[in-house]
């Protein structure tokens, strides 16, 4: 069955680079850590002399070490408190023995000079060995934010909190979704007219209403945001669920079984859910588009992840005014990201759709 729809979805060109799209930003989004090249927790080295630089932008970097804490697992979502103090400099120069730099005021003006003491760089011998140490030429290939930080670095900070909402979302959105679905498409009577109930009345509540709504009850943050639109997708499994397993269990497989004696719910979850891999795996792609957006309209609003944590969806609220200056590309570029992303879900579920249905050839 898989090698089957394998190759009918392989066959899908749309599907594929929605695919593809996809495991790239996830790649990055994990390892983000590796691949930023500002790696401060959350990507927040504020530099405010070098705000809204346009990409490519090229800075030096003075690095004066300081003394940091063991690493530790969580380094490797946050990122690892940095180990020098980092000052945009104009220029530097080697002195009797000394080091000596300018502050970096403005393109090509520079600033003030900075204190810079020898036994704060103990592996500069001399005018190679300190630019070698502790002078970096880097390159903002996204430019820079309103704030100084690096946008690379933050965009691909930002590619996880978009994948992780849409997956523990869509995650909340199935468990609850295919219990009471079932439940109720199963047992019938009572149990079917309660959990219907519930199904219009959440059905009729708009659903970025109903997600602002939960946000607010379980208050803003990271976590928060999470369970707040899982909570609000799961009707759609549930009238999916309902209605596949109302028609299953008439089938002369689930008579059999029930004259064999086995137990309702080993029926319900060993021989009729099973059936119904494929709607449920186009109906989660279709919910993990839709909770991106989510995410995306409550970080806008300011009600999803809090700062400094990197957002698409906060990124273009802080800088969506600078769309009508020369620096439109800061809520351009997450903007885009969280049109790709979306798009590349949708076309990841229609393929799923064609691949999964016996009818097309």
Do not use: C
């Amino acid at each position: 069955m898989s090698l089957s729809f394998w190759k009918k979805y392989r066959k899908n060109p749309l599907g594929m680079i929605g695919l593809g799209f996809i495991l790239l930003t996830a790649f990055f989004g994990i390892f983000a850590v590796f691949f930023a090249p500002d790696k401060s927790p959350n990507a927040n080295a504020i530099q405010l002399q070098i705000s809204t630089r346009l990409p490519g932008f090229q800075a030096w970097i003075l690095k004066e070490p300081i003394a940091t804490e063991p690493v530790s697992f969580s380094d490797f979502f946050t990122g690892r408190p940095a180990s020098f103090k980092e000052y945009v400099i104009d220029s530097w120069y080697w002195n009797d023995g000394k080091p000596y730099a300018f502050d970096y005021l403005d393109e090509g003006i520079p600033g003030e000079k900075l204190n810079i003491a020898v036994a704060q760089y103990p592996l500069a011998q001399d005018s190679l060995s300190f630019a070698k140490a502790y002078i970096e030429n880097r390159t903002f290939y996204l430019g820079t934010d309103r704030f100084g930080r690096d946008m690379l670095s933050r965009m691909l900070l930002g590619a996880r909190i978009s994948l992780a909402v849409g997956l523990i979302a869509v995650a909340i959105s199935l468990l609850l979704g295919i219990v009471l679905g079932s439940l109720a498409g199963y047992f019938g009577g009572w149990v079917d007219k309660a959990i219907m109930w519930l199904i219009n009345v959440i059905w009729s509540l708009p659903t970025l209403l109903l997600v602002i709504a939960l946000t607010l009850v379980l208050g803003k943050g990271f976590w928060q945001i999470f369970v707040a639109v899982g909570m609000s997708m799961w009707v759609d499994v549930a009238r999916l669920v309902r209605g596949q397993v109302m028609s299953l269990k008439e089938k002369e497989f689930v008579e059999s079984a029930k004259v064999l004696g086995i137990g309702h719910g080993s029926i319900l979850f060993r021989h009729i859910l099973p059936n119904l891999t494929g709607p449920l795996t186009v109906v989660a792609a279709a919910n993990f588009a839709s909770a991106i957006l989510l995410e995306a309209g409550l970080s806008f609003l300011g009600l999803g992840v809090q700062a400094p944590v990197a957002s698409w969806g906060q990124m273009i609220k802080e800088h969506f005014g600078y769309i009508v200056l020369d620096s439109a590309y800061l809520a351009l570029v997450p903007g885009l990201a969280i049109m790709l992303l979306v798009m590349s879900f949708n076309f990841v579920g229609n393929a799923l759709r064609d691949s999964l249905d016996v009818r097309l050839k």
